[in-house]
């Protein structure tokens, strides 16, 4: 018989990441889903390597990325043709309530050190992954952040602030984004859907290649509820569940999706697929299951690319 331990809710233990100034090294926060530890581009580990990493970088082909958590904002300035982090990566809590002006005053906060960091001038674009539909830079659903972002002009009220050209995406499209043209997805043609599990369940629908944006798969109804509820990272430690209690519950939101749209693969990320051998195993879907190469960098790295319309497809 198997036998399991069930997890602690704080074994989405804080990353040790590497905060480059004091300011913004905000406690790690230990509820926050998409920060289990693990190996991921953690970017250049001092300011001086950073700098380097950033000279580097072939003109035009540097962007700051951001992705705005349920928890948690992240950020780095990225190498646009490597997919690298070339900034030291940064976090700060997301501000509770999580209204547009807190958001972005945290944002800027975080951006002006990843500038000052790389000596980036004011042409370097910032593209910001953020958990909810985006259309045009306007963000039009906030299931996990506070309802000011309900139809909210983000583009232009972060170029207010931060004074360069911004744009936004949804964040699970982006990390899809990211995986597609860096990651576990490339060259991987037919449908293919990469997930992104922390305080939702991020879904991101590609074929062959191109990105059908703003898929919302975490909100479809399974057993009279929002699915993410019960198969999201935040669900399994909210729940304080063994692992083998939520791979069933995202099993069954898989099979949901499977019924609908057939893909040959699911690419999973978020800091939970830093534990992929303990649910992917479990999954009984047919297509492939594979663990996101980037982790939990992808939802950056696809925001910086986002900062570019053209780099937003991977196909
Ligand atoms: C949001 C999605 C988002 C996902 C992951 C969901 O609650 O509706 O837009 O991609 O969480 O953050």
Redesign the pocket.
């Known amino acids: 018989m198997e036998t399991e331990t069930p997890d602690q809710p704080d074994d989405t233990e804080a990353a040790p990441e590497v905060l480059a100034e004091a300011a913004v090294a905000a406690e790690p926060d230990a509820e926050d889903p998409d920060e289990a530890e693990g190996a991921e581009d953690a970017g250049p580990a001092t300011a001086e390597e950073a700098v380097a990493a950033a000279i580097a970088v072939a003109p035009g082909r540097l962007a700051i990325g951001v992705d705005i958590?349920?928890s948690g904002i992240k950020a780095a300035a990225v190498n646009l043709d490597t997919g690298q982090l070339v900034s030291t990566r940064h976090r700060v809590p997301t501000p509770q309530p999580s209204a547009p002006a807190a958001v972005i005053d945290a944002t800027a906060k975080i951006v002006r050190s990843i500038a000052k960091e790389i000596a980036a001038g004011p042409e370097v674009a910032v593209g910001i992954g953020?958990?909810?539909?985006v259309i045009d830079g306007a963000t039009k659903?906030a299931?996990?952040m506070d309802h000011g972002w309900l139809d909210f002009d983000a583009d232009a009220a972060f170029e207010r602030v931060l004074k360069r050209p911004v744009h936004l995406v949804?964040?699970?499209?982006a990390a899809g984004v990211a995986e597609m043209r860096f990651g576990a997805g490339v060259g991987r043609m037919g449908t293919v859907f990469t997930v992104?599990l922390?305080?939702?369940?991020?879904?991101a629908l590609f074929y062959n290649g191109q990105l059908i944006p703003?898929l919302?798969l975490?909100?479809m109804e399974i057993r009279g509820r929002d699915a993410?509820r019960r198969s999201?990272a935040a669900a399994r430690v909210k729940r304080s569940l063994s692992w083998k209690a939520w791979a069933m519950d995202l099993d069954e939101h898989m099979l949901a999706i499977e019924k609908l749209f057939s893909p040959k693969l699911f690419i999973i990320g978020g800091g939970v697929s830093k534990r992929s051998e303990n649910f992917i195993p479990r999954l009984t879907v047919r297509a492939d299951v594979v663990p996101a190469k980037l982790l939990n960098s992808a939802g950056i790295v696809g925001a910086a690319m986002a900062s570019d319309e053209r780099e937003h497809q991977p196909g």
């Open positions: 958590g349920g953020y958990p909810g539909v659903t299931a996990n949804n964040d699970a499209d992104t922390g305080t939702g369940f991020g879904s703003n919302e975490g909100h993410e999201s």
